[in-house]
């Protein structure tokens, strides 16, 4: 600040508004400059090397990776693990999504409006959320192991075995059903929200007009939802797209790689099987699906929105 | 009038930014903070933790050397992620590897960063030193040797099931298991993770060394394929599957998981290496264990050669700052005669010429062990044996295809299938 | 009627897991096996064991995390709130453009920059230090931040800036003294956040902090503790009960905090 009061006065007539403009010139420079630095080092920076590391063949600590063009994304469309993992992210950000959603809105219709007991409701379905996906998946695997809690009892009273985490169909479908059990909490408590917006008197008008409960939340509710619809898919597309922790903690990639997600490929070619050059061109390819997705189901969420309001 | 406001935000982030600095306990102020205190050296090694080898375990080992070098402090540290194996390629890209690791081989891509011990007099006595050289070059040294190919059997469950004498065929083995299906107890125990095809290499060595004795090397030659090669066994192991000798829901077991099911008496065999001696020793059953060796095709020397690897394999990293302190920390851990008996111990390890305390069972090991031929290397091998990066992982995930319905020939073509992906 | 019988049998089912937990975690091997639901045999010893757990200090675990959780919030507030309030507040191609950059960094996954993210710091010799963890998760919360923070300034009318300027404030000044005092819906919706993302990471502290720098977060610890052992459910049990005990205590009497804060300034921004 004191340079700026050191500045030599040009024009004395307009010295003050230019010494305010050039002052906050500054000041914006202070208020913008640290977060885009940090954001160009720490993000951008490394997705470029990324982009990078992908065209070589580098195992992440030797001196010299050589260039390989783009033979890193050729091997990756012959990749049958990739192909496998890819469909297992794609049915998983696709079922989860739904589960995600579905339970989503349902419970908060269930749960809205003010009173203890929706209150104890809402903690409850929250509570997951409080926890990491590793503890979660953790937990799990002990009650739906194969010597697990349920497995027990269920042998103890003489039944089969159920294959929740050894059989590859079960074991996806238990990971996406955890996935929306350890979530769904985090969608109520936004499609809430989106609730407290839709204008009462609406709803009212047309309880009055004789509509049923449905129509009043298909005509009515849903529509004035739209941006709260739009937003909960969008996040729980993306945060499903990179599933990760929940499988190292639930299934181990297991059985026969049939539930390792990209996300889970990605680290496990970049760091265990030191082909980090290989790891970093699928995470450019996850970077762009993800990115695609989202920019789709924004799309086309907001020509849903505008086709219902005409 | 000004108010400090605008100030303060800056302020409070600047000086977070240094108390972070300040109290950050990180490595890069730790590699300063080695040469410091007056000659004091840290030796940084990396171990495997496992339910045999916990840090206590370690932290107590390395203790007699750090009193008889006062100078030289160890640390122990445990692997982060999922083993030793994945922590490693993460240090040396993160410029932070420790001085000495354990557990691990060289293979052509880790021997880059190990320092060549070839010329270090105490090298030549350590068990497989020279089999598990690179182009002759030494870069591991262990403290015995594990056999791989024994398969472990519940002496109760034999006699109900009516066995008087272990199988030394797969013919008889197949037999065997029909035996204890029929008395109602579980033939043979497997598990999920790393198990599934590790268990099916131990099995596998004996009467695939007879038939590919340079089985690593011939591959890389493109001599034979890997899984081709497999392919009776993969089809042997599909009957298994079918015929309930092994529990089709066994990939939701973890490792443990198996080990516990086999010592509660749950199953009647259990193939693995020699290292769960020290696991049978300390757990408590009503029934005895007894070993013998894995069979052999019809018509093959039985016993055939065991699976060998070297235990507690160390390497030196090149980039060690101490590089004497290092170095002779290694030599200690291989040669001094208590320390060598307190790993071997442990983690139920055998080395020719050192006696220990055995259990019976571990008694019988150590005869398998003196009347196999020889040894071989085991999947992916050691030295110039050394098949790509991975190949363990990669072969298990294609096996447990066994159990999700793939057939013995998509195994195995699989496993090549992976395998010429990466030469 | 059956809104709430549903209702219940629902809270049964998320329960579930939460009361296999507690109760496992105080018995032995035997009773879990044999028992996993009933209440026999309980004894504290596992409890303690687990306490004095050398591959887990769970109390250091929790300073550790707590400390990240702090330093992450604080400077996560301190760099995107005056950059969101510029962005908001000009109407230039400059700012529009940068908007748009901020925004792209929403939709990359942290796992896929967390390789990368290794060199970085190494070359800035940050690697396996809190201060480099500390500046990646916070980078990490930037896009949403700025996004939630912009969308949020852009409902706090504009006169307040205007009569702050004629008074003689300057632009930092009119930031912190007028508008950001009326962010703290967006911005505590973003603090909760933010401390869940960072409380329950795992991949970045475990790659990022690694083995050599003897930092554990909670996760990375119950990861050490846990995956090893895992069929020693006398350990898994009553580590996973540690680890996740004090937040669940906490998240319960924040609830109502916690909850609305979340939405509050999702709803407006």
Not at chain 2, 134 to 157: D, M
Not at chain 2, 248 to 277: P, R
Not at chain 2, 393 to 408: C, F, H, I, R
Not at chain 3, 84 to 95: E, L, W
């Amino acid at each position: 600040m004191t340079l700026t009061q050191e500045a030599p006065p040009v024009a004395p007539a307009r010295a003050v508004p230019q010494k305010a403009r050039r002052r906050d010139g500054l000041a914006t420079t202070i208020m913008v400059a640290p977060a885009t630095i940090l954001y160009v080092v720490m993000l951008i920076i490394p997705v470029g090397l990324a982009f990078y590391l992908s065209l070589t063949d580098w195992d992440g600590f030797s001196a010299n990776p050589a260039f390989v063009g783009a033979a890193n994304y050729v091997s990756l469309f012959d990749d049958p693990d990739l192909r496998r993992a890819a469909l297992v992210t794609l049915l998983v950000a696709a079922a989860g999504t739904a589960g995600l959603n579905l339970f989503g809105l349902g419970f908060a219709l269930l749960v809205n409006g003010a009173s203890k007991a929706n209150t104890f409701f809402r903690i409850v379905l929250f509570y997951p959320h409080v926890l990491s996906a590793l503890v979660v998946g953790f937990l799990w695997s002990a009650i739906l192991g194969t010597t697990g809690a349920v497995n027990n009892l269920v042998t103890t009273w003489g039944g089969e075995v159920i294959p929740f985490l050894s059989d590859p169909t079960w074991a996806t479908v238990t990971m996406i059903a955890v996935l929306v059990w350890a979530g769904f909490g985090v969608n109520v408590v936004l499609y809430l929200a989106g609730l407290q917006a839709v204008p009462h008197s609406l709803i009212e008008a047309a309880r009055i007009d004789g509509a049923t409960r449905w129509q009043v939340f298909r005509n009515v509710t849903l529509p004035a939802l739209g941006p709260s619809v739009t937003v909960n898919i969008v996040l729980s597309l993306v945060t499903l797209l990179k599933t990760y922790d929940l499988v190292v903690s639930l299934t181990a990639g297991g059985p026969a790689g049939q539930t390792q997600t990209v996300a889970y490929l990605i680290l496990w070619n970049s760091i265990h099987d030191s082909r980090l050059g290989f790891g970093s061109a699928q995470s450019v390819i996850l970077m762009l699906v993800t990115a695609a997705l989202a920019f789709v189901v924004t799309r086309l969420r907001r020509r849903g929105e505008l086709a219902v309001h005409q | 009038m000004r108010s400090p406001h605008p100030f303060l935000a800056p302020t409070a982030i600047g000086c977070l930014l240094l108390l972070t600095g300040c109290g950050g306990g990180g490595f890069a102020g730790d590699t300063q903070a080695q040469q410091g205190e007056g000659g004091q050296v840290t030796v940084r090694m990396l171990v495997n933790i496992t339910p045999n080898l916990t840090q206590a375990y370690w932290d107590g080992l390395v203790k007699p050397f750090e009193q008889a070098n006062p100078g030289i402090d160890v640390k122990v540290e445990a692997p982060t992620g999922k083993g030793v194996a994945d922590t490693l390629p993460q240090q040396l890209a993160a410029g932070n590897a420790p001085d000495v690791v354990e557990t691990l081989t060289a293979d052509e891509t880790l021997s880059k960063q190990m320092l060549d011990l070839t010329d270090q007099p105490w090298v030549k006595d350590t068990p497989l030193a020279k089999e598990a050289s690179l182009g002759g070059r030494i870069y591991t040294v262990g403290v015995g040797v594990q056999a791989q190919s024994l398969v472990f059997y519940n002496k109760s469950a034999f006699d109900k099931a009516g066995i008087d004498k272990p199988p030394t065929t797969f013919e008889e083995f197949d037999a065997a298991m029909g035996k204890l299906k029929a008395s109602g107890v579980l033939p043979l125990q497997t598990g999920g993770e790393f198990l599934t095809g590790l268990q099916l290499l131990q099995f596998s060595n004996p009467s695939r060394a007879q038939l590919h004795p340079a089985w690593q090397q011939d591959i890389k030659a493109g001599k034979i394929k890997a899984g081709e090669s497999m392919l009776p066994l993969l089809e042997r192991y599909r009957t298994w599957i079918d015929k309930g000798y092994v529990d089709k829901n066994a990939l939701g077991m973890k490792y443990a998981d198996a080990e516990t099911a086999f010592l509660s008496g749950k199953s009647g065999m259990y193939v693995m290496g020699s290292w769960f001696t020290a696991a049978e020793a300390k757990a408590q059953k009503d029934f005895e264990v007894g070993v013998f060796p894995a069979p052999v095709d019809k018509g093959q020397q039985y016993p055939g050669p065991q699976g060998a690897t070297m235990a507690a394999p160390y390497m030196v990293l090149k980039s060690t700052p101490n590089k004497d302190a290092a170095l002779k920390l290694v030599q200690w851990l291989v040669t001094d005669p208590e320390a060598v008996k307190s790993q071997l111990k442990q983690d139920g390890n055998y080395r020719t010429g050192v006696d220990r305390e055995f259990t019976p069972l571990e008694k019988q090991v150590q005869q398998i062990l003196d009347t196999a031929p020889s040894g071989t290397p085991q999947g992916e091998g050691y030295g110039d044996a050394t098949l790509p990066k991975g190949f363990n992982a990669a072969w298990n995930t294609e096996v447990q295809g066994l159990y999700v319905g793939k057939s013995p020939k998509e195994v195995a073509e699989g496993v090549d299938r992976w395998l010429a992906g990466r030469s | 009627m059956t809104r709430k019988t549903f209702l219940w049998a629902t809270v049964a089912f998320m329960l579930i897991p939460l009361y296999v937990l507690t109760v496992n975690a105080f018995k032995g091997q035997q009773d879990i096996l044999s028992n996993p639901f009933g209440l026999s045999g309980l004894t504290l010893e596992p409890l303690g064991r687990a306490l004095t757990n050398p591959q887990f200090n769970v109390v250091k675990g929790y300073a550790v995390t707590l400390l990240f959780v702090v330093a992450v919030n604080v400077l996560s507030v301190g760099l995107a709130a005056p950059a969101a309030y510029v962005i908001a507040r000009s109407s230039k191609r400059r700012f529009r453009v940068l908007m748009l950059f901020f925004l792209a960094g929403t939709f990359i996954p942290g796992q896929v920059l967390v390789i990368p993210v290794v060199y970085v710091l190494k070359t800035l010799g940050l690697m396996g230090t809190i201060r480099g963890f500390v500046l990646f998760e916070t980078t990490l919360t930037l896009p949403f931040s700025i996004f939630l923070y912009a969308g949020y300034i852009a409902t706090v009318p504009a006169v307040l800036d205007q009569a702050a300027a004629v008074d003689g404030a300057g632009r930092l000044r009119t930031f912190w003294q007028i508008v950001f005092p009326l962010m703290r819906p967006a911005v505590a919706t973003m603090v909760i956040l933010n401390t869940f993302s960072v409380w329950n990471d795992f991949v970045n502290p475990q790659i990022i902090l690694g083995p050599g720098s003897g930092l554990y977060t909670v996760t990375t610890g119950v990861y050490a503790a846990v995956s090893q052992f895992s069929t020693d459910y006398t350990v898994v049990f009553p580590t996973l009960m540690l680890a996740i005990a004090p937040l669940l205590v906490f998240f319960v009497f924040m609830q109502r905090h916690i909850i609305s804060g979340l939405t509050a300034g999702a709803t407006k921004g």
